[in-house]
Nanobody, 124 residues
Framework: QVQLVESGGGLVQAGGSLRLSCAAS????????VGWFRQAPGKDREFVVG????????AYADSVKGRFTISRDNAKNTVSLQMNSLKPEDTAVYYC?????????????????WGQGTQVSVSS
């Protein structure tokens, strides 16, 4: 099982930027697709973006396309999420997740290993 730890959350004004990081333990991390999800108060958790093990394929939620960028460094066992032009509706707890069982799938249902989350708050 892979252990995931998120960092980089915080409070930012609308229009600002944040960079989240997901650090993973385990040698096999480079084999897994990794995704970012978020959950706002009173709402269901939603898929934000995913990246395959090689980084050759990504998938973004429509709400973040053009503003968020995912990247990974398998040598450092990290995945990053650059968030620009942040909006108050981006406020949520952001979770990093890995797909450890379903190959390179970026289907949100395929992610089965989760971090504890990091809070992102965007003020208007």
């Amino acid at each position: 099982q892979v252990q995931l730890v998120e960092s980089g959350g915080g409070l930012v004004q609308a229009g600002g930027s944040l960079r989240l990081s997901c650090a993973a333990s385990g040698r096999t991390f480079s084999r897994y697709s990794v995704g970012w999800f978020r959950q706002a108060p009173g709402k269901d958790r939603e898929f934000v973006v995913g990246i395959t093990w090689s980084g050759s394929r990504t998938a973004y939620a429509d709400s973040v396309k053009g503003r968020f960028t995912i990247s990974r460094d398998n040598a450092k066992n990290t995945v990053s999420l650059q968030m620009n032009s942040l909006k108050p509706e981006d406020t949520a707890v952001y979770y990093c997740a890995a797909n450890t069982r379903y190959g390179s799938s970026l289907d949100p249902k395929a992610f089965d290993s989760w971090g504890q989350g990091t809070q992102v708050s965007v003020s208007s």
